[in-house]
């Protein structure tokens, strides 16, 4: 036995190993975004659900199950980004396990490849949203009531941004400086920052009142009573501000339901809309890659120019001049 003055320098040893056991776990799972971490918890619970009803083994499996997976999810219309995702999270699994992934066997990725050639690999991107329409969705609010101004400021703030949902959703009031000219809004983390750095972005004042985004911000702050927290949160049934904060999803609900009320196809647009849509209108106006870029916070060229495509589709193609 030990002696009794050395104990308590053995529990201290223990109670420091359980310390930094959990901080390292708490490190690992903060390296996925929160977002992420819940897509990769759900497609691990689809997949050992599949695996379950097909008498199989999802934690190590084989790569026939595996391929059979996917094969189902193809025949069933998954997307191919599903299906890649999928894919993913099974391989994170076997690695946190430190088993080999079956992913990476030459059935998995022959049956992927015959995948992406029957059934394509191009996404279906939702519509952007442009100026015109964004003015009549605006336009079409209720302003008397405090969901409606709290509506207003999210669609105009988020197009003006050119913020993704969780970016929008994640802003507080702390994270807004007022300015003659317009606002400066500082992102704490996003999808491009995960090591939260922090972004800053100018928003300019409108032209008209009715679509400033700074004044619909300020009135939405003012109306509401919010001096700290979160910016864009609930409005019960009773038309009472929540303490909570708007989900990402909550984002995506408000802008289909703007879009209807104007006579849009809700199922064609997203909270992603808004974004898209500055760089569509942006780039249908003129403005430089580069600047859109600056509003957008795009790393890639190439995934920008995915966004704006369509906008310069008219603008730049040849057969206008041919003559006909």
Not at 86 to 96: C, G, P
Not at 278 to 307: C, P, W
Request: proline residues 4%.
């Amino acid at each position: 036995m030990l002696p009794s003055e050395q104990q308590p320098k053995t529990h201290g040893y223990r109670v420091q190993r359980q310390t930094m056991e959990r901080a390292l776990q708490r490190y690992l799972e903060r390296s996925h975004a929160p977002n992420s971490r819940r897509a990769y918890r759900s497609d691990w619970a689809d997949f050992t659900d599949w695996c379950q009803s097909h008498h199989a083994s999802a934690l190590p499996a084989e790569a026939e199950t595996v391929a059979g997976y996917i094969a189902e999810m193809a025949q069933l219309g998954a997307k191919a980004s599903t299906i890649v995702r999928r894919l993913s999270s099974i391989s994170i699994a076997h690695q946190a396990k430190k088993l080999d992934s079956p992913t990476h066997s030459i059935l998995v990725r022959a049956v992927w490849r015959g995948i992406r050639r029957e059934h394509g690999t191009a996404p279906e991107p939702k519509s952007p949203i442009l100026v015109d329409d964004l003015r009549r969705m605006v336009d079409a609010i209720d302003t008397t009531t405090l969901r409606g101004l709290r509506d207003k400021a999210l669609l105009l703030v988020g197009f003006a941004g050119a913020f993704r949902r969780s970016e929008l959703v994640s802003l507080t009031v702390h994270d807004v400086e007022f300015r003659e000219d317009g606002m400066v809004l500082t992102v704490r983390h996003s999808k491009t920052d995960q090591e939260g750095a922090g972004q800053r972005i100018a928003v300019v004042r409108g032209q008209s009142k009715t679509t400033c985004p700074v004044t619909s911000l300020q009135t939405w702050l003012a109306e509401s009573s919010i001096k700290e927290g979160p910016i864009f949160r609930k409005v019960n049934k009773a038309d009472h501000v929540e303490h909570r904060a708007l989900t990402a999803q909550s984002v995506a609900l408000v802008v289909k339901r703007c879009a209807e009320s104007v006579g849009l196809d809700p199922s064609q647009v997203a909270g992603h809309s808004l974004r898209s849509g500055f760089a569509t209108q942006a780039a249908i106006n003129g403005v430089l890659e580069r600047d859109i870029m600056r509003q957008t916070r795009h790393k890639s060229i190439l995934t920008l120019r995915r966004y704006i495509q369509d906008g310069n589709l008219f603008r730049d193609s040849p057969s206008g001049r041919v003559g006909l």
